[in-house]
């Protein structure tokens, strides 16, 4: 026990307090630094894009998307950075862990052609202008609206709200339905027992109406003719052009005026019947 004691008197306590008092001191101002920077750093990142997208070099989706990828590139430097500044104050030698991490990058480097592969495939993606933040694409059994496009994944919101986490090694291919005009089509069946031609003046009427009515119609729509011969009616195409993203919404409107302007002229649309036939009693006897 003498022993012990002899040994913690023997501590210099004094330069002890003063080395951990001068490194918390050093980590706070560090982390401070590093939120300002980080701060100060997506800020410039943020007005350079507004000032380039406003100068008509790039859309606002490509912005969006440069944007996102060059903050998240500046936060993986600064927390590098953060972290070799945090060891240099522990006085631990920086260099020789980084010649270290060579000979330990050898034993994983296997491990890591993954995170490679999906840099790599994001490089492309985004040099070749694949997708942009905002586009409504489908990639393997993903659907939805592109929410950011990173070194590693790619987020996607589908339609139900479900946030997809992608990585990019993974998207081999991609249909982009955010380029261009898009297409609305509308198969409606009518009886066998109406008369064709007037089907398709009454649903031209309704085409030709909502054109004039709508400003997201580009060209038609209009009533292309028989479609096909189902088993219990005459189905009529009607196709047109709208802006990209409002299709459907196009495709609804004229469904539910095709459904009035029908009824009002007493064209039947067909649908499934079901007929129940109650035996008596008698009957069932007989039969």
């Known amino acids: ?25 050093q980590i706070i101002a560090l982390f401070i630094g590093f939120l300002i920077v980080k701060s100060i750093g997506n800020s410039v990142i943020s007005r350079f894009f507004t000032n380039y997208e406003k100068s008509n070099h790039i859309s606002q989706a490509r912005a969006t998307t440069l944007k996102g990828l060059t ?6 430097i600064l927390i590098f ?6 060891l240099q104050i522990f006085d631990i030698e920086v260099a020789a862990i980084l010649a270290g991490a060579g000979i330990v990058g050898l034993a994983v480097g296997f491990g890591a ?4 592969s999906d840099i790599v495939t994001g490089f492309f993606i985004l ?4 997708l942009d933040v905002g586009d409504y694409v489908s990639t393997g059994s993903f659907s939805g609206i592109v929410e950011s496009v990173g070194l590693r994944t790619t987020q996607i919101r589908g339609f139900d709200g479900t946030l997809h986490y992608i990585p990019n090694r993974d998207i081999t291919s991609v249909s982009n339905h955010s380029r261009g005009n898009m297409r609305a089509l509308v198969d409606i069946g009518i009886s066998y027992d109406d008369h064709i031609d007037t089907a398709v003046t009454v649903m031209q009427e309704v085409c030709d109406q909502l054109a004039k009515e709508n400003d997201h119609i580009i060209e038609g729509p209009n009533v292309l003719g028989v479609q096909s011969l189902g088993s219990s009616d005459v189905v009529i195409r009607i196709v047109g052009k709208t802006k990209n993203g409002e299709q459907w919404g196009v495709e609804r409107e ?3 005026q ?5 009824d009002a002229n007493g064209i039947e649309i067909p649908y499934p019947h079901q007929v129940f036939v109650q035996k008596t009693e008698a009957e069932n006897a007989n039969g």
């Open 1 to 25: 026990m003498d022993r012990i004691f002899e040994r913690i008197e023997s501590i210099d306590w004094n330069n002890i307090l003063v080395f951990v008092g001068g490194a918390i001191l």
């Open 71 to 76: 903050k998240n590139i500046l936060n993986y």
């Open 81 to 86: 950075v953060f972290f070799v500044t945090l």
């Open 258 to 262: 095709l459904k009035a302007a029908l």
């Open 113 to 116: 052609q993954g995170l490679v």
């Open 127 to 130: 040099l070749e202008k694949q």
């Open 254 to 256: 004229l469904r539910k």
